[in-house]
């Protein structure tokens, strides 16, 4: 199933000329203060699983580039790029409000969510911030809430 996303959507794509689709997007950090980047290996290694079942998945880590304006990190995959997704996959550790963010625009977008956490962590303690969008509050949202989860998968 394609999604073609609204008329802001469209419009959006032409002002960041960004009309790349992508399937299922990984909400995660995507700054890394890690010597080596493991995390962003991580990242990849989730990259390739997603493509090896044939779905083009968002690694913001790939498609984001921190030397642009804020709007700009912010707009192309909450407001472009996760609308017209089939799934939003979040990665709950470590936290992070840019994973947050993109979890509340999923769920806004009415967009399914996976959660993604390790084993060592217990779901009753796993926290994670979500911004609402409209008025930039952020609240923390217990990830086992399941009013809008579509899995728990757990490492």
């Known amino acids: 199933m394609s999604k073609q996303g609204s008329t802001k959507v469209r419009g959006l794509r032409d002002i960041y000329g960004?009309?790349?689709r992508f399937d299922v997007v990984l909400a995660c950090a995507f700054?890394?203060?890690?010597?080596?980047?493991?995390?962003f290996s991580?990242?990849?290694?989730?990259g390739g699983v997603i493509e090896s079942i044939g779905k083009k998945p968002y690694i913001p880590h790939k498609e984001i580039d921190i030397k642009w304006p804020c709007e700009?990190?912010?707009?192309?995959p909450n407001k472009i790029v996760i609308p017209c997704s089939d799934i939003v996959i979040g990665y709950l550790e470590?936290?992070?409000?840019?994973?947050g963010i993109m979890i509340?625009?999923?769920?806004?977008h009415k967009i399914s969510v996976s959660y993604l956490y390790e084993k060592k962590v217990g779901l009753d303690v796993l926290k994670c911030e979500m911004s609402d969008l409209h008025t930039g509050e952020t609240?923390?949202?217990?990830s086992g809430?399941?009013?809008?989860?579509?899995?728990l998968i757990e490492f």
């Open 72 to 76: 700009k990190i912010y707009d192309i």
């Open 139 to 142: 609240q923390i949202v217990n």
């Open 94 to 99: 470590p936290q992070s409000l840019a994973t």
């Open 31 to 39: 700054e890394s203060e890690e010597k080596g980047n493991e995390k």
């Open 104 to 108: 509340g625009s999923a769920l806004e």
């Open 145 to 151: 809430w399941r009013g809008e989860t579509y899995d």
């Open 42 to 46: 991580f990242y990849d290694k989730i």
């Open 18 to 20: 960004y009309h790349d």
